[in-house]
């Protein structure tokens, strides 16, 4: 895709003009892409903007849940931005050129936004302008620009919420970060096991957080936590100051910027679950045909459909299911299907074994009134990986009689692997995400956890974890639900993780985060909010004993 040279309306430099327009409303050109603006995307394209149209932007993404940019190529010359205005998820994308890369205020739906594995390179003003955001950005490389992240231009004194993981910064000839006449508390700036290589300052005028230079012009491994941070919890919490920034030794080699997740769309589909007789259609039971497919070990493609279930699915060591759209290709599970009514033996939709390499990405599970169903059930390696998965809301069908006591996605007993943009929302189920009982690294990315019915995730004896861009959402259909649980578990970290209740609810809750004889655990960048007068009093509290009445920060640790 190509802007002319110089198109018409798009000379101007502050026009911001997008080549692109993602809407909620397909019939109204003027309404914008809001929080009810779900399974949007663009992947695999090139878009072009040739020099003369400063007043261009590539794409305006205003989007909520499930929705990303992937594998966009942006050659922006002289235009405003690539992505003006974002959410949820880009990731894979290169920018070349432009004044900007990414411009955004905080998302539609004021969730936290992901920028994953891409490349910022010549931008003329910075990389990144933003406020708001909540932005966590993962094994990116930013190189030969004057500033890596601003300030949005529009934002005046509007904080932000910036984390950046295993980032490699070279050539950046201002700053690194820099944020001036920022005049919040709420301002918190991560940097975690990134490398910096030639960069005068790395962050300046931060107010009221400290400027900071570099250490040279070798190359060095940094880690720093800019902003509120705490030590300790049950009653012995205290505000302390930030631990000082880590420059490792002179280095020659940048931290690794490979994913640590497979990159399901270009594996080779082998099996086509057709060719064993699913009709997708709703009606029919697809169970026998999918099983069939499934036990083949291989990659199984699902096409858009819904497939009705009356037994568990299970993957094998191998392969797994990939469909491309998880509100367009369902398992469906129909009310009260015999096996799954038993709350005290719940039974899994979807499982995958112990130790299995399996894939699951791109389907919807809507699992309706079953009081003993789990949706997914994983017990895969650390090599295993779930993505794009949907666990239908269920909005409307809630009362009294209309449950399921399990989870919409449990992980359990020597499981793990990479969890990527999933979202449940699932108000029949007690709980969203419950991890338990294993040791197996597990990296969770960009995960909305909303609306069950007793808890949002809960985690159990769970260790080596960690949440990237998390978000919860506590809304008026259970007043008394908080976002996490945990309890003995160790070494788990939480990168920028949002804690919303709806500006609905009436009634108070002192705490996000119960936890109970927990070790080596950090949240590093938090933030509780409503738009309400009812948010979380504080993110943490040890056995319901709140301990500060703290919501947003850089750290806490204990």
């Known amino acids: 895709m190509n802007y002319p040279h110089v198109a018409r309306d798009f000379g101007g430099d502050n026009k911001r003009i997008p080549l692109l327009h993602f809407r909620h409303n397909q019939h109204d050109p003027h309404e914008d892409a809001n929080n009810c603006t779900f399974f949007s995307a663009l992947q695999d394209v090139t878009l072009r903007i040739l020099p003369g149209n400063k007043g261009a932007t ?23 931005a690539g992505v003006d205005q974002a959410g949820n998820l880009i990731e894979g994308c290169y920018f070349a050129g432009g004044q900007h890369a990414i411009t955004t205020l905080r998302t539609s739906a004021s969730w936290p936004l992901s920028v994953l594995d891409c490349t910022f390179e010549g931008q003329s003003v910075s990389a990144i302008s933003s406020a708001r955001a909540g932005m966590t950005v993962v094994r990116s490389r930013f190189r ?5 992240s601003n300030r949005a231009v529009e934002a005046k004194d509007e904080p932000e919420q910036l984390c950046f993981l295993n980032c490699s910064f070279a050539d950046v000839s201002q700053c690194v970060i820099d944020f001036p006449n920022a005049k919040e508390d709420c301002n918190h700036c991560i940097l975690q096991d990134c ?24 190359m ?77 070990g291989q990659l199984v493609f699902l096409p858009p459909g819904t497939y009705r279930l009356s037994d568990t699915l299970k993957l094998q060591q191998t392969g797994g299911l990939m469909g491309l759209h998880p509100a367009r290709t369902t398992l469906k599970l129909p009310c009260k299907t015999p096996g799954f009514t038993d709350p005290e033996n719940p039974r899994p939709v979807l499982y995958a074994p112990l130790g299995a390499d399996c894939h699951c990405s791109g389907i919807g599970l809507d699992i309706e009134d079953n009081p003993g169903a789990i949706g997914l059930e994983w017990r895969g390696s650390m090599r ?24 919409s996605l449990l992980i359990h007993d020597g499981g793990g692997g990479v969890f990527r943009n999933i979202w449940t929302a699932d108000v029949l189920a007690d709980r969203g995400l419950v991890i338990k009982d294993t040791d197996t690294r597990t990296v969770i990315y960009q995960m909305s956890v909303e609306h069950h019915r007793e808890l949002e995730i809960e985690c159990i004896r769970a260790r080596n974890v960690v949440f990237i861009a998390l978000q919860t959402e506590e ?28 500006m609905s609810l009436t009634n108070d809750m002192p705490y996000a985060v119960l936890q109970q004889a927990c070790t080596n655990m950090e949240f590093a960048g938090f933030y509780c909010f409503s738009w ?22 850089a750290c806490w640790r204990w």
């Open 58 to 80: 590539g794409i305006r993404f205003r989007v909520a849940q499930h929705s990303f940019i992937r594998r966009v190529r942006f050659e922006l010359n002289d235009a405003y």
């Open 144 to 148: 030969q620009v004057p500033v890596a």
């Open 195 to 218: 490398t910096i290589e030639n960069c005068h300052w790395l962050v300046r005028q931060v107010a009221p957080l400290p400027a900071l230079k570099t250490a040279g012009t070798d």
């Open 220 to 296: 060095h491994m940094v880690s720093v936590r800019l902003g509120l941070c705490l030590q300790g919890v049950n009653g012995s919490a205290r505000i302390t100051q930030p631990p000082a920034p880590t420059f490792g030794d002179p280095c020659t080699e940048s931290v690794s910027l490979l994913p640590d997740y497979p990159d399901i769309s270009i594996l080779s589909c082998t099996v086509d679950a057709r060719d064993h007789g699913v009709a997708g259609d709703g009606d029919t039971d697809d169970t026998q045909a999918l099983q069939s497919a499934l036990d083949t």
């Open 384 to 407: 295993s990986s779930v993505e794009d998965v949907y666990f239908n809301s269920n909005l409307g069908k809630r009362n009294p009689a209309a449950m399921q006591s399990g989870s």
């Open 475 to 502: 809304n008026r259909l259970a007043p008394e639900t908080y976002a996490l649980r945990l309890s003995e578990c160790h070494n788990m970290r939480l990168f920028n993780p949002f804690f919303y209740r709806v």
């Open 532 to 553: 309400g007068d009812r948010p979380f009093k504080t993110l943490l509290a040890h056995q319901s004993d709140a301990c500060n009445a703290i919501q947003t920060g």
